[in-house]
């Protein structure tokens, strides 16, 4: 009887070693070390997996992957423009390549034309990634008080991306009026082949300096991914937006117009631990005669351990024709400190 229960022991024992075994995923780098663990994410040229033996997830430069092997389900984004749903597996017909497969297809692809993998057998909580940075100053000379915030949301599917955004700085001092700056977005984009991509997105802008209540614009348009890399993604879009705006003074009224836009964005990650990037866009009337504006963001984040980091973050708007008394331009320059999940 104690034989049957230790050998009835082993071979449960073995059993499931062989679906742990199975679960993992194995990378071979170029240094040909082997790492197994479970893959989590690739995004912005980083390979982030999670292993039995480190409390801490490893994150790996992607191209110094030479093959992996996962029989889990992923989104896999290709740098140009193909969206695939399926695992991931090393070749032997296919030297330097691995191949994307599914019920319905298998393809090669070489490891550097991939540009970002996610599970899809995840919950929604983890397909949301989302940071937050703060920074405040504080000065006993007029009881100064100065607060600036600085937030993102975003969430991936296999065709669609939503993502959200609210910044803030305000400040206060003795006998001076307060200073309020928010500026907030939402937006989504629809993939279509060959990294084009549909635009609905929404800017809401509140600024002191030229008097603004609200700006609320909505914009629709087409876009495309001119570069997408593991080292950069440089994008363009056009379209048109309805632009609608009230102001703090009283004897100013609503003013609603038509737009055009056409906007530039950049992200380069290929520094380490350096994130860069920056957008531009341009907004020329097409109500009112002459009117144009002009909004540019710049970021410089630099990640720290634990997902902590360090941003300094540069946003301007700039309108050439402004209501009485109001500054063409208006422009924030933050430090925050914050946490990324």
């Not at 229960?5 to 240094?31: G, H, R």
């Not at 191949?99 to 991939?114: A, G």
């Not at 940071?131 to 000379?141: A, C, I, P």
């Not at 950069?232 to 009230?246: D, H, K, P, Q, S």
Request: glycine share 6%; hydrophobic share 40%.
């Amino acid at each position: 009887m104690k034989h049957i229960m230790l050998a009835t022991f082993i071979l449960s024992f073995l059993f499931c070693s062989e679906l742990s075994a199975q679960k993992n995923d194995t990378i071979v780098m170029k240094t040909n070390n082997f790492i197994i663990g479970d893959i989590k994410e690739m995004n912005n040229g980083v390979l982030v997996v999670s292993t039995k033996y480190s409390d801490s997830d490893f994150k790996i430069e992607w191209l110094q992957v030479k093959s992996l092997k996962s029989t889990k389900l992923y989104l896999i984004n290709l740098s140009d423009g193909t969206r695939f749903n399926g695992s991931i597996l090393t070749s032997i017909d296919f030297p330097e390549k691995v191949v994307l497969f599914n019920d319905k297809i298998r393809i090669p692809v070489r490891v550097k034309d991939i540009v970002f993998i996610k599970q899809v057998e995840q919950t929604f909580i983890s397909r949301i990634d989302a940071e937050l940075s703060v920074g405040f100053n504080f000065s006993k000379v007029n009881n100064l008080a100065q607060l600036s915030i600085i937030s993102k949301i975003s969430y991936t599917g296999s065709k669609w991306f939503f993502n959200g955004g609210y910044n803030r700085v305000s400040s206060s001092q003795d006998q001076v009026n307060s200073t309020l700056r928010v500026d907030a977005n939402i937006g989504s984009r629809y993939f279509f082949k060959q990294d084009w991509f549909a635009i609905l997105a929404a800017d809401f802008l509140s600024s002191s300096e030229q008097q603004l209540k609200l700006r609320s614009a909505t914009r629709g348009g087409m876009g495309k991914y001119i570069v997408h890399s593991n080292k950069m993604y440089f994008a363009g879009g056009t379209g048109l937006v309805w632009n609608n705006e009230r102001y703090d003074g009283i004897n100013i009224p609503d003013r609603n117009s038509l737009e055009a836009f056409a906007g530039l964005e950049v992200n380069l990650f290929d520094f380490g631990d350096l994130d860069l990037s920056s957008s531009v866009s341009a907004y020329p009337s097409l109500t009112e005669k002459g009117r144009f504006r002009t909004d540019f963001n710049f970021s410089f984040k630099y990640n720290l351990p634990l997902e902590f980091f360090i941003r300094l973050g540069l946003n301007y708007n700039f309108d050439n024709k402004p209501v009485e008394n109001a500054s063409q331009s208006d422009y924030v320059f933050q430090t925050t400190f914050g946490w990324e999940k």
